[in-house]
């Protein structure tokens, strides 16, 4: 009879942050080399129907009448994905609800949003910190520059996406900056491993190995150190 299988409610969480098009899903890829690490992408098929409604789309076409509408959607949608527990003691996140927080502070700068709309979006955002089991232990900041990632965004071609501006990618860049980068902005809620999203996927490739050995070595130097590594799938 097979045993149970285990969850882990405090898995060592690691946060991929950057850009739209800064390699974030491709960088996550590697992760798939190893059997103890769950992978949870951005939850974009959400935002795509809600209830049949493409609120990521209307949030482009239309921003000062779905701002915040999508906001709060999207923060409670990565407060499920910070809160679930998972069959493996690894759990690797495209962005996190403390990333969302630079979507916000750009809804702030440019008026998207009013200002009571903003009282309770960071009204929710404080609840969450100090009521809902929300982790994060390594934070890998892709830095990329605007003019690239504005590139890739019209290769993949996302149909929501064709609305994008150069200029908002850069308003999104610099508060990535500010906040990991510079580390002036918001406080950080793990340690911040800067790497340089503009190489290309066979660049990337050395940069992975760097963060998987910086990643054990946040593990095995944390609180809850432990003898699990990074397995690699037969």
Excluded at 108 to 117: H, P, Q, S
Aim: net charge neutral; hydrophobic share 40%; proline share 4%.
């Amino acid at each position: 009879m097979a045993s149970p299988q285990k969850f882990y409610d405090n898995p060592f969480t690691i946060c991929i942050e950057g850009n739209i098009g800064s390699g974030k899903t491709t960088f996550l890829s590697h992760f798939q080399n190893f059997n103890n690490a769950t992978i949870l992408q951005e939850p974009v098929d959400l935002w795509r129907n809600v209830a049949g409604v493409n609120l990521l789309d209307l949030l482009y076409k239309d921003p000062v009448n779905y701002a915040f509408l999508f906001q709060s959607y999207a923060q409670l949608t990565r407060l499920k994905l910070h809160t679930m527990s998972t069959p493996s003691p690894y759990k690797v996140m495209e962005r996190s609800i403390f990333g969302a927080r630079c979507f916000l502070e750009n809804m702030k700068r440019t008026n998207m949003i009013r200002d009571v709309e903003v009282v309770i979006l960071e009204k929710w955002y404080d609840w969450c910190m100090e009521n809902a089991n929300i982790r994060a232990d390594l934070i890998v900041y892709l830095r990329t520059t605007p003019e690239v990632v504005y590139q890739r965004m019209q290769a993949r071609g996302r149909i929501e996406e064709n609305s994008v501006s150069l200029e908002y990618l850069k308003q999104i860049h610099e508060i990535h900056d500010a906040w990991l980068y510079r580390q002036t902005l918001f406080s950080l809620p793990a340690p911040v491993m800067i790497l340089d999203g503009d190489k290309s996927l066979e660049e990337m490739v050395p940069q992975f190995e760097k963060c998987k050995d910086r990643i054990l070595k946040e593990k095995i130097g944390g609180t809850n150190a432990s003898s699990i590594v990074l397995n690699t799938k037969a």
